[in-house]
């Protein structure tokens, strides 16, 4: 039961042969990304919400305060910063505020609402992440074993300050942030960029993460030797979208991956 649940492919005695394969050459790195792979960052972001909403009832009263959140995210969620462009993320992220309060409530509420948001949502977001004793456990378990190395997208500061706040950057043999190369994942550039600072080659190297359109479809361009995608939700990929060589439920379920097959 647990293997046909692990492999994407019906084939087990392929699959068994794949790993078996792998583990003969040599697999000595494991490529993680962070964010809603190692760390929920997506719940964090919800209690951030809850803080920011509690603070808005108490400033706005009876403003449409799902409506300002709803906003906000969706500004997150379609941001593209340009650390060129003269503004730090903080700036950029304060105007997001801005303008979902002013969106919803169609008054211009100040920049001190807004940088209250945005502090608050950030400073509560960083202090709810965390890695789980768990994740933890496996990370050092693993590391006696493997290279790990860390490759989260995003800009500098927002990537290094959750790295710092979570206190893992000793777990990992390099940590590499996107927004400090020219391209980030899905580019095969930042992924030879892994390989040079470690001396390897793209098939000495598994790429785990969540995220098929840049971890899954990143370790494909690059030429790992396999990708395990986390499908924490158990939903069967979109059409026309990279196939994972393996999918698992949890971050917590690549030693069992890694075991079964030697």
């Not at 394969?21 to 490529?31: A, D, P, Q």
């Not at 969540?210 to 030429?223: R, V």
Request: glycine share 6%; proline share 3%; aromatic share 8%.
């Amino acid at each position: 039961m647990f293997e046909s649940s692990l492999f994407l492919s019906d084939d087990l005695d392929r699959a068994r042969s794949f790993w078996n394969n792998m583990e003969t050459r040599g697999i000595s790195v494991i490529l993680f990304d962070l964010d809603n792979t190692l760390v929920d960052t997506a719940g964090a972001g919800k209690v951030a919400i809850h803080k920011v909403s509690e603070l808005l009832k108490n400033k706005l009263g009876h403003a449409n305060i799902s409506d300002i959140c709803e906003r906000f995210v969706r500004k997150l969620f379609e941001e593209n910063f340009d650390p060129t462009a003269g503004q730090t993320i903080d700036q950029v992220r304060i105007n997001h505020w801005h303008e979902a309060i002013q969106e919803a409530e169609g008054v211009d509420p100040g920049q001190d609402l807004a940088s209250d948001c945005y502090y608050t949502w950030k400073t509560t977001r960083l202090q709810a992440l965390a890695l789980s004793p768990k994740v933890l456990a496996m990370l050092e378990d693993l590391s006696r074993s493997y290279k790990l190395l860390l490759l989260t997208n995003g800009d500098t500061q927002t990537q290094r300050e959750k790295i710092e706040a979570l206190r893992c950057e000793g777990l990992f043999t390099a940590v590499v942030v996107g927004g400090e190369h020219a391209e980030q994942k899905p580019a095969a550039s930042i992924f030879t960029h892994c390989f040079e600072l470690l001396g390897v080659k793209a098939q000495d190297c598994v790429m785990v993460g969540d995220s098929l359109d840049t971890d899954i479809q990143g370790g494909f361009n690059a030429g790992v030797r396999a990708t395990v995608w986390i499908n924490k939700r158990g939903a069967s990929p979109p059409e026309n979208t990279v196939t994972p060589d393996y999918t698992i439920p949890s971050v917590l379920d690549l030693p069992n991956v890694l075991d079964n097959q030697r």
